[in-house]
């Protein structure tokens, strides 16, 4: 809890789209009903995020660490690819996560509507209240 209560600190101090980026990516590992109300807070951030996904990333400092790991030096696929990039801004990014935390799987895009982006916060937001309640 007090490491989610930090990234919530740091999720709204200002900052880059990468730094973002890396804030959700480290809620979304993390994983937790905690994880939401911060993560909800970065859905209103359009800013392009044009960030490598943490497997991308991970990916890539594998094989500067190990160059000969991959005997073929042109490799069929790149962890810099489009495949392999997050979705195109904090927002977006901020949505996966929060897919993936609640099993919610609700469409979002910074280009929908605001009612439509509302319409999708909102039913995360329902998923956080019924895990947190108390009985």
């Known amino acids: 809890p007090a490491v989610i209560a930090s990234l919530g600190e740091l999720v709204a101090q200002p900052t880059t789209p990468f730094r973002r980026a890396c804030l959700i990516d480290a809620l979304a ?9 911060p993560l909800l807070a970065l859905l209103v ?7 490598l996904s943490r497997s991308a990333r991970f990916a890539q400092r594998v094989l500067a ?16 690819t ?12 901020a949505a996966a996560a929060l897919a993936q935390i609640t099993g919610v799987d609700e469409p979002f895009s910074s280009d929908a509507s605001p009612a439509q982006q509302q319409h999708a916060a ?3 937001a329902d998923w956080h209240a019924a895990q947190t309640e108390r009985p």
């Open 29 to 37: 590992d993390i994983g937790s009903a905690e994880c939401v109300p």
């Open 45 to 51: 951030d359009h800013h392009p995020c044009v960030a």
């Open 65 to 80: 660490e190990f160059p000969g790991l991959v005997s073929d030096p042109t490799p069929t696929s790149s962890p810099t």
């Open 82 to 93: 489009t495949s392999a990039l997050a979705p195109a801004t904090v927002a977006e990014r």
């Open 122 to 124: 909102q039913r995360w």
